[in-house]
């Protein structure tokens, strides 16, 4: 069954780093622009930054734009997510989902099904 995979979250102190990435299952995700999301209990899903299929357009949200990278690898069908100074409201736990047009939207209704996703989390 086509699904998308993340992993790479974890604890980290604040001003630290964590590499999530995210693979695809079943599909060739480089057909496919991916959204990354974070939801937190009780908080509604947050759609913070989206890679278009060839990787030519990246957009983030101004809450993680300068700190959070996205990039793509499609010969290993996989969307990887740098982030760097992470703080602790970057709490929360990390999905990603696949969108089959070519724009890069925030509403997190606008991708396809999110991921169970990775926890993050970000404590001294």
């Known amino acids: 069954q086509a699904h998308l995979v993340e992993s790479g979250g974890g604890l980290v102190q604040p001003g630290g780093s964590l590499r999530l990435s995210c693979t695809a299952s079943g599909f060739t995700l480089k057909n496919f622009a991916v959204g990354w999301s974070r939801q937190g209990p009780g908080k509604e899903r947050e759609a913070f930054s989206c890679i278009t299929s060839s990787g030519g357009q990246i957009n983030y949200l101004d809450s993680v734009k300068g700190r959070f990278t996205l990039s793509r690898d499609n010969a290993n069908n996989a969307v990887y997510l740098q982030m760097d100074s992470l703080k602790p409201e970057d709490t929360d736990v990390y999905s990603c989902?696949?969108?089959?047009?070519?724009?890069?939207?925030?509403?997190?209704?606008?991708?396809?099904?999110w991921g169970q996703g990775t926890q993050v989390t970000v404590s001294s």
């Open positions: 989902a696949p969108r089959a047009l070519s724009t890069c939207p925030f509403d997190p209704t606008d991708f396809g099904s």
